[in-house]
């Protein structure tokens, strides 16, 4: 999926620096950039961007304020990245909603990671995953996931009533693109955690549990004919590997038993 952006920057090196290492990311679409808060602030309700980078100083200005005049405008701010040499100010930000401090120069790996909170980010605000093909764009709302298998370098997506979608993407590709409500258990596997019904850490495993879609057929004749038919449900047992265990342990068993 596509997101629009924007720079906020009065350094011109930075500027460039910044737009040399988004170049390989290419479901990012740049609409513009910003020398001021004035400008950035217009830019911003022009462009309406998904997501803003921004530099902390801007001259004598501030990029906090720039923050707090775009909250007179946005009952939900755009996702922030803010840019800095300056780690001092990475508790202000904390404080003031933004998502991610990069440090300046830019690193790659480091770049990366922010965009890799983007995307959770931007997921935790959908309801569903689009993923498209030469045949189009594929629509997949995240409570019909039931768990995601990688074949390689592909995944089959297992959903609801029996049904499954092959896609052309790794399992660490949909993994960034999902919400944490999916949870990895094993390099192969990827999980709703809705559809967990037990967890085995001795034995390794996870019970899925969810209906087919498939009409079970009572064929008690004292049933009532309202009792007569009903979703079967199905169990999947999914493993969980051995350097995952802790993750499923701290991802699901948040509440100690009393």
């Given at each position: 999926?596509?997101h629009?952006?924007i720079i ?9 620096n910044l737009?040399i290492?988004?170049?390989?990311h ?7 950039t ?5 400008e950035?602030l217009?830019?911003?309700?022009k462009?309406?961007p ?5 530099d902390v100083?801007?001259?004598?200005e501030i990029?906090f304020?720039l ?8 009952n939900?701010?755009p996702?922030?990245i ?10 202000q ?6 998502l991610?401090f ?17 995307e ?10 689009v ?7 594929t629509l997949?709302h ?5 768990y995601?298998?990688a074949?390689s ?5 297992h ?6 979608n ?7 590709e949909?993994e960034n ?6 949870l990895r258990?094993h390099?192969?596997?990827?999980v709703?955690?809705?559809y ?6 001795t034995?390794?495993q ?6 087919t879609?498939v ?5 008690d ?5 309202e009792e ?5 449900a199905?169990e999947t047992?999914i493993?969980i590997?051995e ?5 499923v342990?701290?991802?699901?068993f948040i509440?100690?038993?009393?």
């Amino acid at each position: 999926m596509n997101h629009n952006y924007i720079i906020i920057e009065d350094q011109k090196g930075a500027l460039e620096n910044l737009q040399i290492a988004l170049e390989p990311h290419t479901n990012l679409v740049f609409k513009g950039t910003a020398e001021n808060i004035k400008e950035g602030l217009s830019l911003c309700l022009k462009q309406k961007p998904n997501l803003i980078f921004l530099d902390v100083e801007l001259g004598q200005e501030i990029g906090f304020d720039l923050i707090n005049e775009l909250r007179l405008f946005y009952n939900t701010l755009p996702f922030i990245i803010m840019t800095t040499a300056h780690d001092h100010y990475a508790k202000q930000a904390v404080n003031n909603d933004v998502l991610y401090f990069l440090s300046k120069p830019i690193d790659n790996d480091e770049l990366q990671k922010a965009l890799t909170k983007f995307e959770k980010a931007q997921a935790e605000q959908r309801n569903h995953l689009v993923i498209k093909d030469k045949n189009g764009h594929t629509l997949m709302h995240y409570e019909d996931i039931i768990y995601i298998e990688a074949q390689s370098n592909y995944c089959d997506i297992h959903l609801k009533f029996g049904k499954k979608n092959t896609v052309s993407k790794t399992l660490k590709e949909l993994e960034n693109l999902l919400p944490n409500t999916f949870l990895r258990t094993h390099k192969s596997y990827l999980v709703n955690t809705i559809y967990i019904e037990k967890v085995n850490t001795t034995q390794k495993q996870i019970t899925l549990n969810t209906k087919t879609g498939v009409i079970e057929v009572s064929i008690d004749a004292h049933t009532k004919i309202e009792e007569q038919l009903k979703l079967k449900a199905t169990e999947t047992i999914i493993p969980i590997g051995e350097s995952y265990i802790e993750l499923v342990k701290n991802a699901l068993f948040i509440y100690k038993t009393v």
